[in-house]
């Protein structure tokens, strides 16, 4: 799996979780771009990322995802331990 694949399906997760057109989630978008990125919106966005990549995400990983960038990097990091 490969940056672009795991950045379209986390912009997907963007899109269930805070209704955002997924084409203006970048790698560079941060929680202050993203009206509703507060604490329950996060909850859902890191639901959505656990059901679409049949992944779990623990505590330190939900505290580190502030960034698209970091949520990729984490997601993959999930992936790999799956394999």
């Not at 966005?45 to 984490?74: H, P, T």
Request: no cysteine; proline share 1%.
């Amino acid at each position: 799996m490969n940056d672009t694949y795991i950045l379209e399906k986390v912009a997907e997760a963007f899109k269930a979780a805070f209704d955002v057109n997924p084409q203006s989630v970048s790698m560079e978008t941060e929680a202050s771009d993203i009206s509703g990125w507060d604490s329950v919106g996060h909850l859902s966005l890191a639901g959505n990322l656990e059901e679409m990549f049949g992944i779990s995400l623990d505590v330190d990983d939900l505290m580190e995802m502030e960034s698209v960038r970091k949520i990729v990097q984490i997601v993959e990091s999930r992936l790999f331990q799956k394999v």
